[in-house]
């Protein structure tokens, strides 16, 4: 049996997407494929391949999902697959049956913070028709909205209230989005590491919330570039006195012409530039050579 879930960018509302913003979210082209087939072996064998087609996890866990046998696979990988074989259990009981031979294939680099954990558990989810959201409530932090764009395969607004999730299209396809691209900043971020950072924050930024979903709510209608330009350096100056880090054009493309937006935990990952035909050469200059247009990054 196999499933397939693709990867998202969270376009707007990154941090306060976890305290009820509306945020802008897209689905991307590349994924992730999980693969599923019966053993009778006793043992639940785990493979993951890179979009590279190389191994970076070979393991074994018995039928309770204790580790039996570990290929050169990370401490924290075995326990992370441990943590979740578990967290499936409790929602799914016995769904690992005799033994089970499970492979995943990602689409994209693993650095590149497409989601490859949402991905998975939404691959799980539908393999076992569970309910996705409580599978990642119990195994990693995050607001839902990848799950959320991994269903629906189209840009969408997402928004947490209360215990429900608020989920409505959204058409992102601005008229000039052949100026747009997306550029890898060459390093990750350790999303789950920010996002408890900022959930142990106790101001509710009730006032930064309503700007913010107003800005986006705006962004996926204007069809001029400049003042599309104009509202991506507000949502900018805003996240940046909430995180207390600086916008990355003010730090690295000071020279840049045009705009540009982090993405995801500010710092590593994507980011968003806003610019004209020139734009990919700017950046491969400065030796960001993962330059993805708008157009091929969408699903």
């Known amino acids: ?33 999980l693969s599923i087939k019966k053993n009778r072996k006793k043992y639940i064998a785990w493979e993951a391949y890179t979009c590279d087609n190389e191994k970076w996890i070979d393991c074994k866990f018995d039928l309770n999902f204790k580790l039996l046998k570990s290929k050169k696979t990370k ?18 009981p016995g769904f690992a049956g005799e033994g089970l031979n499970i492979s995943t294939n990602l689409e994209f680099k693993r650095n590149w913070g ?16 569970i309910n996705p959201y409580e599978l990642l409530k119990t195994t990693y932090n995050g607001s839902g909205y990848d799950i959320a764009v991994a269903n629906s395969k189209k840009s969408i607004f997402f928004q947490k209230k209360g215990d429900t999730n608020e989920i409505t299209p959204a058409r992102f396809s601005p008229p000039f989005k052949d100026n747009l691209f997306f550029i890898h900043l ?29 800005l986006g709510e705006m962004l996926v209608k204007e069809k001029n ?36 937006k982090s993405l995801g935990s500010w710092g ?16 491969s200059k400065k030796g960001y ?8 990054m969408k699903l």
Do not use: R
């Not at 590593?268 to 950046?283: H, K, M, Q, V």
């Open 1 to 33: 049996m196999d499933y397939y879930s693709c990867g998202k960018l969270l376009i707007t509302a990154e941090y306060l997407v976890l305290k009820g913003a509306k945020g802008l979210a897209m689905p991307t082209k590349y994924g992730q494929k």
């Open 75 to 92: 401490t924290e990988f075995v326990y992370s697959l441990s943590k979740l074989l578990k967290n499936i259990n409790v929602l799914s």
């Open 114 to 129: 497409l989601g490859s954990s949402s991905t998975l558990i939404n691959n799980v989810s539908n393999w076992l028709n």
């Open 186 to 214: 060459n390093k990750k971020v350790n999303s789950q590491k920010e996002v408890t950072k900022f959930l142990n924050q106790k101001n509710e930024y009730k006032d930064d919330i309503l700007k913010i979903n107003s």
């Open 225 to 260: 570039q400049k003042i599309f330009n104009e509202m991506v350096k507000e949502h900018e100056e805003i996240i940046s006195k909430i995180i207390s880090k600086k916008p990355i054009q003010k730090v690295i493309f000071k020279d840049f012409c045009g705009q540009i």
């Open 268 to 283: 590593g990952d994507f980011i968003l530039a806003s610019g004209d035909t020139e734009t990919p050469n700017y950046f």
């Open 289 to 296: 050579n993962i330059i993805i247009p708008f157009s091929e």
